[in-house]
């Protein structure tokens, strides 16, 4: 009897990853690294990994197209020789695509809501999901936000400013 079984199909016990499934995690990498590159330096310096924030910075300063593929080059090898997890997760809380961001600013933009609406239970969740804010400042952003929103003035910037507030802090 003879066996139809495309070679590909067969387990030979073989558990490395195919060579193009090696070139996709390395573009994958690489594309971390270019998005690295746009970032600003206050982002940047928050993943554990000297090396990766001073290539990145070395290539912002790289013009010309080749070099500069090549340093973003550099930079994905660099993040595939480490744990690319710290920079996986600074993308998807900064990258505005990534649906992490978008949970991130939805919690902080039902926070604002529910501190203008006056819920009682919200500066507690608050205080627990950032310990090191500031309360009286909170507590005053908030006072003007909901004058701002009864005198109707037609332009939210203490709004705006309670949402900013909230947004240059971690939570969890």
Known sequence: MEDNTPED?????????????KKRDMQSMRDMGARLVEFPDEHLLTI??????????????????????????????LISKLDPEPVRQL????????????????????WRERLISEDPDVMSEIITGIPDIDRQHLRQLVRHAIQEREQDTGSPVHFRKLFQYLKSFEFN
């Open 9 to 21: 199909d067969l387990d030979f016990g073989d558990d490395r990853p195919s060579k193009s499934q």
């Open 48 to 77: 554990p990994y000297p090396d990766i924030i001073s290539a990145v910075q070395a290539c912002r300063k790289i013009t010309k197209g080749n070099a500069r593929k090549r340093q973003i080059q550099y930079i994905g090898k």
């Open 91 to 110: 993308i998807d809380r900064f990258d505005a695509s990534s649906q992490a961001h978008v949970l991130h600013f939805h919690k902080l933009e039902q």
